[in-house]
């Protein structure tokens, strides 16, 4: 038997992120090269998420595909195709987030016609945690509140609210008959990301979506 | 709870760093303040994914740093535990992250007669 004592510690010095990354960086060089504008859609369960894509659609069209992540069902994506636009259904499983290789799996499989298409939305798992550690190779990574969650929410989920480039506020229709105090939720969203740009939408109604699509358009024509 | 999928990412990245599925006796990670991580939920995750991955039960050491921030008011260098902890001069929450949010696999050390 071999007496000289074996090194043991092995080291590994790898970020655990470094694979979706990678993705991150083929979708965004992919959707680059077909001149695809991509936005990361993320809020909590019910904030308005698939109404404002649905609003979305009315501006842009079959300009926009739009890829739903949910946990199960492909009932936003028949949403979505009602609305006019191509839709891709990715049924999570259980996992609370999309990463990058599933978008990429998304896209394998969508016809990303690069002649019609500008504009790719990804609809994120309703969730304000798990899906801010993931870029899915986006421009634009947008954080949607609704005014019935309440303007408080901000400060409590920091690492998503840290991490947008645009805060929209959904549901201002509803402004009347909650206390919701919007200049609140702005200056505490900028407290943590100073660089926001920040939307007060209904997508019910239709108020301040023709500002907001005139905006992502402005990002990219 | 997306620590179940980082778990399962960690093992991924041991076993292809290693080669093999082997007893760990201890596995050295560190999580930054900003990571968005809950390191106890990641231990308990870890723990279970380890063991049905064939990796034994390995202690998991975690090495939790401190952010690094710089005030965009005053252009004070801080460091943080948390998203909350404004600039100690002037009490801002305007700064831009230098560091905090890493996650890393650092080393892992093998059981007694693995090699």
Redesign the interface.
Known sequence: MCDEI?E????????????NDLFAAENRGFLKGKGIYTLNLISSPGAGKTTVLESMAHYFGSRMAVIEGDIQTRRDAERIEKAGCQAWQIETGG???L?AHAVKHAMDQMELDSDILELLAIENVGNL??P???DLGENLRIGLLSVPEGDDKI?KY??LF?TINVLVINKMDLLPHLDFDVDRAIEEC???N?DVLVFTVSAKTGEGMEEFCDFVESNYS | ??EL??AH??T???GN??GRKVHL?RVN?TVGP????SPESLRFCFTEIAKIEGFGEPELVINQTRAKLIC?DCDTEYEAED??QGCPDCG???RK?LSGR?????????E?G??
């Open positions: 074996i043991q510690k092995i080291d590994i010095t790898t970020s655990v992120m470094n694979k996992a609370c987030h990463d945690i798990c801010s550690g993931y400060l920091p690492s840290s900028r407290s943590l100073p | 709870m997306h999928s980082l990412d960690m991924r990245i041991i760093v290693l006796d990670i900003l990571s968005g991580i965009l998203f909350y801002s929450l305007s992250i890493e996650f890393t696999v650092d080393s892992v050390e093998l007694e693995e090699d």
